[in-house]
């Protein structure tokens, strides 16, 4: 069973390009939750997706990003118009639950 | 919500000493997990522990949630158990894990 998947790992974007950043949950797992760790600091939860529906947003910001996981294909996390604040490594994490969570490699966005 | 809070902040070991990381969180738990973040930024699920004690070769856990605090064992340690240990919680039907903000192990050779 393979784990999460991330894609890409490194992404490079140019001040109000858009960054699409893409998860794949483990198999079996119907639940993805995305994560932000900015430089220096801790994890913060962005937001809970299950297929087709947005669970809680609570942590994303009210501007600029968007998150979906549909029916078929890959979580994604899209944010439009990046600032060199964007700049962190972006965890996904998914669930067969919502209980115990598994976190993928991350994708590290670096904004000039 | 529910806050966690981890100490210490910084630990520094000769390879071969055993440690204790701790993780308090402010409220009654549903899930709680401990992490190792890596050199290369990769984050390691270690434990998934709401209550009770777990054990998986030189590390174990133990959850008392009466008590609301979560306790993180290593043992002999080795250069490759540096890097970042993170405790997270969540508590209600919220789902979304709150991070505390690490402690920082290096163990020297």
């Known amino acids: 069973n393979a784990g999460v998947m991330q894609n890409p790992r490194h992404l490079v974007r140019r001040r109000g390009q858009e960054a699409r950043l893409r998860c794949s949950p483990m198999?079996?797992?119907?639940?993805v939750y995305w994560y932000r760790q900015l430089p220096e600091e801790g994890l913060k939860f962005m937001v809970y997706?299950?297929?087709?529906?947005?669970?809680?947003e609570s942590g994303m910001p009210k501007e600029r990003f968007s998150a979906e996981f549909p029916k078929e294909g890959p979580s994604i996390l899209r944010i439009q118009q990046v600032v060199r604040g964007d700049s962190a490594a972006y965890f996904c994490?998914?669930?067969?639950?919502?209980?115990?969570?598994?976190f993928g490699p991350g994708t590290r966005l670096t904004v000039l | 919500g529910i806050q966690v809070e981890q100490s210490p902040p910084d630990l520094i070991l000769q390879e071969g000493a055993n440690s204790t990381l701790r993780c308090n969180f402010s409220?009654?738990?549903?899930?709680l997990q401990w992490f190792h973040q890596n050199p290369w930024g990769q984050l390691i699920n270690l434990f998934y522990?709401?209550?009770g004690t777990k054990q998986n070769g030189r590390l174990s856990a133990t959850t008392v949630a009466t008590e609301r605090y979560s306790l993180l064992y290593i043992s002999s340690s080795q250069t490759t158990d540096s890097g970042v240990y993170f405790c997270?919680?969540?508590?209600?039907?919220?789902?979304?894990?709150?991070f505390g903000q690490g402690t920082t192990l290096q163990v020297k050779p």
């Open positions: 994490a998914s669930s067969p639950d919502s209980y115990e969570q598994f």
């Open positions: 198999k079996g797992h119907s639940h």
């Open positions: 997706l299950q297929k087709e529906n947005i669970i809680d």
């Open positions: 409220d009654s738990v549903n899930n």
């Open positions: 522990i709401p209550s």
């Open positions: 997270a919680a969540w508590s209600g039907n919220t789902g979304k894990l709150i």
